[in-house]
């Protein structure tokens, strides 16, 4: 049974990962060997638990237990409450339905092992924007993506606010980074995917670039799917290893898309 603990202020010890700590504090400071992650909103909060995810605590208002007794009962983990102004001065805190909570993070796979068997995954190279990966995580979700690989520099998937754009789709949809440092991307990164069996699909605003329509994508076995970062777009290095650069026809003179619009249709248009 959930043990129910009223709070007064923030400051308690037990709220530091909710009030006080950044997201590398948290993959870090708390748990240093898995580190811990904060999901917002009964949905996304089932769905983390759904995907194996082990609780720490809750924090949520006090209105909320009765509404939520069914999460609760899942978990068997500390429950702490205070009313509504309280919990209003944390950051963005009236988004989340009025329930936090706390989790272990897992461990990542290697990317070996998550597209094993895939054929459309995605690539993100140093997307920076938590709002854009989250969005990219729900889209591929929905559209049937099999994985989504990070270069390293990527924002963290798990980071608070991803999480909640993404709706929980990060604890639905495989994903892992490809290399740990650097030096581990585009080259290695890629030369890991080619040696697994994967065509590389690289999205650029180029001259000679195929339109996403193209039939030769969509036949293509094995898929890789590259997005760049939200300033420059791919690099020009990681787009010369490609074996495509690809882009998606427009009208009224626009050049391009945000990458998270980006990647919702070139996830649609290429799905299987």
Not at 8 to 23: K, V, W
Not at 137 to 146: T, V
Not at 225 to 254: F, N, Q, R, Y
């Amino acid at each position: 049974m959930a043990q129910i603990i009223e709070v007064a202020d923030l400051n308690h010890p037990a709220l530091a990962c909710y009030a006080h700590l950044t997201n590398a504090q948290l993959r870090s400071r708390l748990e240093p060997e898995q580190g811990v992650l904060i999901a917002e909103s009964p949905k996304v909060i089932h769905t983390a638990l759904d995907a194996g995810l082990e609780p720490v605590s809750f924090l949520m208002e006090r209105k909320k237990l009765d509404t939520v007794s069914g999460l609760l009962s899942r978990c068997g983990v500390p429950v702490y409450t205070a009313d509504h102004a309280l919990l209003a001065s944390l950051t963005g805190y009236a988004l989340t339905r009025g329930v936090l909570c706390a989790l272990r993070r897992p461990t990542l796979p290697a990317p070996e092992a998550i597209v094993r068997d895939a054929r459309r995954v995605a690539v993100l190279e140093h997307l920076v924007d938590a709002t854009n990966v989250g969005a990219v995580f729900r889209s591929a979700a929905a559209l049937g993506l099999d994985a989504v690989l990070l270069s390293p520099g990527c924002c963290d998937p798990f980071c608070r606010r991803a999480v909640r754009v993404g709706m929980g789709t990060v604890f639905q949809v495989p994903w892992t980074y490809l290399g740990d440092s650097p030096a581990d991307w585009p080259g290695p990164g890629l030369e890991r995917l080619r040696a697994l069996g994967f065509r590389a699909a690289a999205l650029a605003l180029r001259d000679d670039a195929l339109s996403i329509t193209d039939p030769r994508l969509a036949e293509a076995q094995r898929l890789a799917l590259l997005l760049g970062s939200e300033g420059d777009g791919l690099a020009p290095e990681t787009v010369a290893a490609c074996d495509w650069a690809v882009k998606i026809p427009m009208s009224h003179g626009v050049d391009s898309l945000n990458v998270a619009a980006a990647a919702a249709v070139a996830f649609w248009q290429l799905r299987v």
